[in-house]
Nanobody
Framework: QVQLVESGGGLVQAGGSLRLSCTIS????????VGWYRQAPGSERELVAA???????NYADSVKGRFTISRDNGLNTVYLQMNNLKPEDTSVYYC?????????????WGQGTQVTVSS
């Protein structure tokens, strides 16, 4: 089992910055990818940024150049540095680990952390 705990959300003015953290516990040694998703009210959950096994980083077009994902393997923590925040970034942000259970990929999610950007 993998457990994820996010922190770092809050209220910030447009143009400001926040850093989200996700602490991973349990066996994530077979992870295919770790990353961040977000979901606004009435919208589907969408990928924000992810680190794919091997080190490739993927970003949503809407956050490229503003958000940076990183991972500290020693601390089993994944970060999302968010700069130049915009009101449209307001969402609940979820940490995600995807890994194989046998031959089936399984998604693990944190409880989510609210990010609110005021104009």
């Amino acid at each position: 089992q993998v457990q994820l705990v996010e922190s770092g959300g809050g209220l910030v003015q447009a143009g400001g910055s926040l850093r989200l953290s996700c602490t991973i516990s349990g066996d994530s040694s077979r992870a295919i990818a770790v990353g961040w998703y977000r979901q606004a009210p009435g919208s589907e959950r969408e990928l924000v940024a992810a680190i794919i096994r091997g080190g490739t980083m993927n970003y949503a077009d809407s956050v490229k150049g503003r958000f940076t994902i990183s991972r500290d393997n020693g601390l089993n923590t994944v970060y999302l540095q968010m700069n130049n925040l915009k009101p449209e970034d307001t969402s609940v942000y979820y940490c995600n680990v995807r890994q194989y259970s046998g031959t089936v990929p399984v998604d693990y999610w944190g409880q989510g952390t609210q990010v609110t950007v005021s104009s």
